[in-house]
């Protein structure tokens, strides 16, 4: 049954972790040097006692190839999915590099991997190839160096979540409602585009760069109805150009001069009541696929852009954050659940709950406190609001 999903692999997660940690560290905005990741001995460690076991033949995908050279826009993801059946057990598989690769957060284009099966287990090694085409020997050395050109690759395709690092936000109370807040625009004009001013009121402070959100929404929980956060549509960006004040009429009245902003950005037009929240600093985040340690459920809240479905490489929010173990790279399943029908053979019209399917996979990429947001990975159906996701 499928509910045994929730605890298949408790037993290997510490093995898992490290591995991972190991093998897919990798920066997820800019070009990040891999000594800002060091490896631990606790991962030489780990890495060298898989090295040891392999994977059974049994995990390997039934088309797995016995080579692949490493292209551009590969990332670790695309690679685990041609060897294995399940892509987030892939540490189990690429372990045993450790000796080979200097680095092994640098995986480059044009680096050769070649699958090697022996005792019932299956190794990945890193090679490249020698001789003409028919010769498939492979020559191992600790000293490999890829000469193509292009960067390390990606744990998943970065640009498909980068734009969303700023503009998903979850706030834990409605401080939007707060926020400096569009009160005019230029004469003449309704809404704002690239390039035109704003005019502003509340307290601004020191920071230059603003985003624009739309009034907050509350997001409740499918099931308990609770409110766990408040999202806010984002609009765009703008930048500060001169602080307001107070104007003192020749008539001694006093009146409010709103302070003035640029619009550097919009998502869709921008207008008054907008509110403000300042640019958090770019953060170099290292994501590290991986299934969570403990047993984790929960549902989905919403359908990032208030879409009533969603596909592949479209992103969700969760009902589960930090507060319950969540975190910035978990990888999840995805479970459709089963309709609930009447029996037609059976003349006591006995109501039946169908089994819960496995319908795609998650990536979880940005964690607030009671809620994240999640990428896509795969979906065989239309994924709804009140989907369930669980551990793999």
Same mark, same amino acid.
């Given at each position: 049954m499928t509910r045994r999903h929730h605890t298949e692999f408790p037993a290997r997660q510490a093995l898992l972790e490290s591995a991972f940690a190991?093998?897919?560290?990798? $920066? /997820?905005?800019? @070009?990040?040097? !891999?000594?800002?990741? *060091?490896?631990?001995?606790?991962? =030489?460690?780990?890495?060298?006692?898989?090295?040891?076991? $392999? /994977?059974?033949? @049994?995990?390997? !995908?039934?088309?797995? *190839?016995?080579?692949?050279?490493? =292209?551009?826009?590969?990332?670790?993801?695309?690679?685990?999915?041609?060897?294995?059946?399940?892509?987030?057990r892939w540490p189990e598989l690429w372990g045993m590099n450790l000796e080979q690769i200097r680095n092994p957060h640098l995986i480059y284009p044009g680096q050769v991997l070649v699958l090697e099966k022996s005792d019932g287990?299956?190794?990945?090694?890193?090679?490249?190839?020698?001789?003409?085409?028919?010769?498939?020997?492979?020559?191992l050395?600790?000293?490999?160096r890829s000469s193509a050109t292009g960067g390390p690759l990606a744990s998943i395709p970065l640009n498909l979540i980068e734009p969303f690092m700023n503009e998903a936000v979850i706030f834990e109370a409605d401080e939007l409602q707060t926020a400096p807040r569009i009160v005019a625009t230029p004469e003449g004009s309704v809404l704002l585009s690239r390039g035109d001013l704003a005019y502003a009121r509340g307290p601004l402070g020191p920071q230059r760069?603003?985003?624009?959100?739309?009034?907050?929404?509350?997001?409740?929980?499918?099931?308990?109805?609770?409110?766990?956060?408040?999202?806010?549509?984002?609009?765009?960006?703008?930048?500060?150009?001169?602080?307001?004040?107070?104007?003192?009429?020749?008539?001694?009245?006093?009146?409010?001069?709103?302070a003035t902003l640029r619009v550097t950005g919009v998502r869709q037009e921008a207008g008054v009541g907008d509110r403000l929240s300042p640019v958090p600093p770019r953060q170099f985040t290292s994501y590290v696929p991986h299934a969570p340690q403990s047993p984790i459920s929960g549902q989905i809240v919403s359908i990032y852009g208030e879409g009533l479905s969603a596909g592949q490489n479209q992103i969700v929010a969760l009902n589960r954050g930090a507060s319950d173990g969540m975190e910035p790279g978990h990888v999840l399943?995805?479970?459709?659940?089963?309709?609930?029908?009447?029996?037609?053979?059976?003349?006591?019209?006995?109501?039946?709950?169908?089994?819960?399917?496995?319908?795609?996979?998650?990536?979880?990429?940005?964690?607030?406190?009671?809620?994240?947001?999640?990428?896509i990975l795969t979906a065989s159906d239309p994924v709804k609001r009140g989907d369930r996701f669980t551990q793999p």
């Open positions: 190991t093998a897919l560290c990798l $920066g /997820v905005v800019g @070009s990040v040097q !891999a000594a800002t990741y *060091p490896v631990t001995e606790a991962q =030489k460690s780990t890495a060298q006692k898989v090295a040891q076991a $392999g /994977v059974p033949l @049994s995990e390997l !995908a039934p088309n797995a *190839p016995d080579s692949h050279t490493v =292209k551009p826009g590969d990332t670790l993801w695309d690679i685990s999915k041609l060897f294995l059946k399940s892509p987030w287990r299956a190794r990945l090694r890193v090679g490249p190839p020698v001789g003409g085409a028919a010769d498939k020997t492979v020559r050395s600790p000293d490999i760069e603003y985003r624009l959100f739309r009034e907050a929404k509350p997001m409740h929980d499918p099931t308990t109805g609770e409110v766990l956060g408040f999202e806010a549509m984002f609009v765009g960006t703008a930048e500060f150009i001169r602080e307001g004040g107070m104007f003192t009429a020749p008539d001694g009245k006093s009146e409010v001069v709103p399943a995805l479970w459709r659940d089963g309709k609930t029908l009447v029996d037609p053979t059976d003349p006591a019209r006995a109501l039946m709950k169908l089994p819960d399917e496995r319908e795609g996979s998650l990536f979880v990429f940005r964690v607030f406190n009671r809620m994240s947001y999640a990428l």
